[in-house]
């Protein structure tokens, strides 16, 4: 059972437009989500996070907004740049006691062209 | 101030076999958690360790294991290799146990069983 997803394996968008990454989860009890990416032969750095008592985080020119009643989040890269051509990771933690660790999506792999 | 390191970065081993793969954290990190990394699966959660206690773990055979040190360094081991063991395994280091603390990726161990 799938507990975060997401739906799209990949995007490409032109440098300069919007990127909007989406991932939705089932878990009511999770109240945290993280971001983070992925550049081939390196490890997932992480990106933006958001905590469940917030419904929006900014930081430069990226944005993850929370709708809890939907169980939705979305990353937005504005303006995308080339360099941001990666896999995107959704993750999400919580789930009551000390459960701390991370479930992640499978990804979604997001292109900026020039 | 050095990253994850994972060694070794490569490795093919035949079915039935056993591996050791080990993780050194960042300096002053005292949490480690492994990762399963596959294209159909995504980032899957091993365990993760702190002060050498194991503190979660994910929904894996006892055919993975894993310990961690009074250094904070890391040894995940599978026996009994399958072909379906291939995968990229990721470690994570961070500061505490709760997810509220960013966790940092190595560049992870690509794993191939013939």
């Known amino acids: 059972d799938q507990q975060v997803k997401q739906n799209s394996p990949s995007l490409s968008v032109q440098e300069g437009r919007i990127s909007i990454l989406n991932c939705d989860y089932t878990?009511?009890?999770?109240?945290?989500f993280l971001w983070y990416k992925k550049y081939p032969a390196e490890g997932p750095t992480f990106l933006i996070s958001?905590?469940?008592?917030?419904d929006k985080n900014e930081d430069g020119r990226f944005t993850v907004f929370l709708n809890k009643s939907a169980k939705h989040l979305s990353l937005h890269i504005v303006p995308s740049q080339p360099g941001d051509s990666a896999v995107y990771f959704c993750a999400a933690s919580g789930g009551g006691g000390s459960n701390y660790k991370l479930t992640f999506g499978k990804g979604t792999l997001l292109t900026v062209n020039p | 101030k050095a990253g994850v390191t994972q060694t070794p970065r490569y490795l093919i081993k035949t079915r039935g076999q056993q591996v050791t793969l080990s993780c050194s954290p960042i300096s002053g990190h005292r949490s480690v958690s492994w990762y399963q990394q596959t294209p159909g699966q995504g980032l899957q959660f091993l365990f993760e360790?702190?002060?050498?206690?194991?503190?979660n773990k994910g929904n894996f055979p006892g055919r993975f294991s894993g310990r961690q040190f009074s250094n904070s360094r890391s040894e995940m081991n599978v026996s009994t290799l399958e072909l379906g063991d291939s995968a990229l395994y990721l470690c994570a280091s961070s500061w505490g146990i709760s997810t509220y603390n960013e966790q940092f990726f190595g560049p992870g161990t690509r794993l191939t069983v013939l």
């Open positions: 360790y702190f002060s050498e206690t194991q503190r």
């Open positions: 878990n009511s009890m999770f109240d945290y």
């Open positions: 958001i905590s469940s008592i917030k």
